[in-house]
């Protein structure tokens, strides 16, 4: 089976948790796809979407028309300021979310663009 490591048996496999058992998959199809990065967790690894665009790259049928191409940072910056206008739109129509935990998100969002311009 693809997903066991050196010396690990089935067993081995199905005793760990079900986010280790799709980190695991994530990291053999990003190998498959000849992507140097790994993942660990579902957080810190994956904020930049650098392994998710590989994944899907990878698993998406060949006509699907997936490509690489949103890894053009500006690209990812346009992307992530689309999600951020779209999630403005919807935070204005949901009463429990406060003018100030809107503007958090804001300013993460921003923070996190600038980060991908550079």
Not at 21 to 35: E, F, P
Not at 78 to 96: A, R, W
Not at 99 to 115: G, N, P, Q
């Amino acid at each position: 089976m693809a997903l066991l490591e050196d010396g690990e048996t089935l067993d081995d496999l199905m005793m760990l948790s079900p986010e280790q058992i799709l980190i695991r998959w994530v990291n053999y199809h990003l190998k498959r796809a000849g992507c140097q990065r790994q993942i660990s967790n579902f957080t810190s690894d994956i904020k930049d979407s650098f392994a998710y665009v590989h994944l899907l790259h990878q698993i998406a049928p060949s006509d699907a028309g997936v490509t690489t191409a949103p890894l053009n940072v500006y690209s990812r910056v346009s992307t992530v300021f689309s999600t951020f206008v779209y999630t403005i739109i919807i935070l204005q129509h949901d009463t429990s979310v406060s003018e100030r935990s809107m503007l958090a998100i804001c300013v993460k969002v921003t923070v996190f663009s600038s980060h991908l311009a550079l």
